[in-house]
Structure formats: C-alpha cells, structure tokens
C-alpha cells in the first residue's frame, strides 16, 4: 500500500494518506514526512492531519517545523493540533513555543489548546 504513495494521482495518494490516517498505520509516519514537501496543498492537510490521528513523539521536531516554517495558518493549526495530541510531552512544547518571542504563535496555540473549540 505505500506504493500508493508515489501514485501519479494526487487524489490516489491522499485516499491512501486517509487510509493510513484513519486505520492508525503509525509505519506509515516516516513515508508521509519524507513526501509532504512535495505534496499538494491538500495532501499536506491530510498528512498533517493523520499525524494527528496516531501520534508519535518522533514527528514532534516535523511538525514543529511545519509550524514554524509554514506561511498558511491552517496548515499550522493541523500541525499544532498533531503536537497536542501527544500527551505530555506535545504540551510541553506547544507551551514552550506559546512563550517564545521568536514567532507569533499565541493565536494559533491559544486557538488549539482552548478546551472550548474542538
């Protein structure tokens, strides 16, 4: 199924990216990493998002950077969404990056970790 991955039909890969996602194929995570950069926008959204859907620790520094060095605010609020869901440790750094000076992440962090909005 990673084949898929690599199909010329950017609508076949993000049904497998889906896949992958939904059924929690966390062997998939390094495959969905290595291809986001030169994904559609759209697959990028669905690679964000089944990151969130089986979170790993080792996509931390991933989404982090996804974060950081995206321009749209939807692909960040998927990314800090992922870094959330994985417990203790994806807190700690999304508190750490809301007390950072370096960029502004309140909103989008204020956003995501407000219990009211899910």
Do not use: W
Not at 38 to 56: F, L, R
Not at 92 to 97: C, F, G, N, Q, R
């Amino acid at each position: 199924m990673l084949s898929l991955l690599e199909h010329t039909n950017p609508e076949i890969r993000n049904q497998t990216i889906q896949v992958f996602g939904n059924l929690k194929i966390i062997e998939s995570l390094p495959h969905l990493k290595r291809i986001y950069k030169n994904e559609t926008y759209s697959n990028c959204m669905t690679i964000v998002s089944a990151m969130g859907k089986m979170p790993d620790n080792s996509m931390l520094s991933f989404l982090k950077l996804v974060l950081d060095k995206e321009d749209d605010v939807q692909l960040q609020i998927e990314a800090a969404k992922a870094i959330n869901k994985m417990g203790e440790e994806g807190s700690v750094a999304l508190t750490k990056l809301l007390n950072s000076d370096y960029k502004n992440y309140q909103i989008i962090i204020k956003h995501v970790l407000d219990k009211r909005i899910s």
